[in-house]
């Protein structure tokens, strides 16, 4: 009896999905507000990590000693033809070199009641969509639209939304039947759907109003 139980068990956690990504993890490696400093740590890491002498490194790339001296310690600014350079000869990406800089990150914060109120392309009569938020460019190459979403008694059904993205919902107040392609699911405070949003998607069909909800759209950012 208590083998089949440690059996099922088991079976479940196999089961489990694998996160790629620690949620808690905190970076270990310095940040730098210079620019030059900061490729020059990257730079000489690398070279450590491959083991290599400067003197090694002039050889490989054709740049001079004193110049490489000049980018490790970030008394230089490289160009990107040089920084190209030493990327190959290293074998990491040219990004690599400034991933310790501390350059300035966006924040956005909206106060409660106060989400810009607003019309999405395709928006029904009665869906009222108050934007929580929208950083247009960062380095992540991905946007983010979270949205509070209102149904009342004058919103529409509407189950045939598509856009591009993927899209999470998490219920916050009422329930509706909210239809994914060919599937309908019943959705109450607490319960949260994640899916494709090139499939038809909407309220098929309003069961408690009001009925409140977040949204959150992402999309790859295009240049």
């Not at 489990?16 to 905190?26: D, F, G, M, R």
């Not at 310095?30 to 290599?52: D, M, T, W």
């Not at 050889?59 to 600014?77: A, D, H, P, Q, Y």
């Amino acid at each position: 009896m208590n083998d089949s139980v440690d059996n099922k068990a088991s079976g479940a956690a196999k089961n489990e999905p694998v996160l790629s990504q620690n949620p808690h993890k905190t970076s270990t490696k310095p940040r730098e507000k210079v620019l030059e400093v900061a490729i020059g740590r990257e730079v000489r890491a690398f070279r450590r990590q491959h083991n290599i002498t400067v003197a090694d490194l002039a050889k490989t790339t054709g740049l001079s000693i004193g110049m490489l001296s000049k980018i490790e310690n970030g008394v230089t600014s490289p160009s990107l033809t040089t920084l190209q350079t030493l990327a190959n000869a290293l074998s990491v990406p040219l990004t690599s070199f400034f991933s310790g800089f501390e350059e300035q990150r966006e924040a956005v914060h909206v106060q409660a009641g106060t989400g810009l109120e607003t019309e999405r392309r395709g928006t029904r009569s009665g869906h009222q969509y108050n934007l929580l938020g929208h950083i247009g460019s960062n380095s992540s190459g991905v946007i983010m639209e979270p949205y509070l979403i209102t149904l009342t008694e004058e919103s529409d059904t509407f189950p045939d939304f598509q856009h591009d993205g993927m899209e999470f919902i998490y219920m916050l107040e009422g329930e509706v039947e909210y239809r994914h392609g060919d599937k309908t699911f019943h959705l109450k405070p607490g319960d949260s759907l994640f899916f494709d949003a090139d499939a038809p998607h909407g309220p098929q069909k309003h069961i408690q109003l009001p009925a409140r909800y977040i949204s959150t759209i992402s999309y790859p950012q295009t240049s």
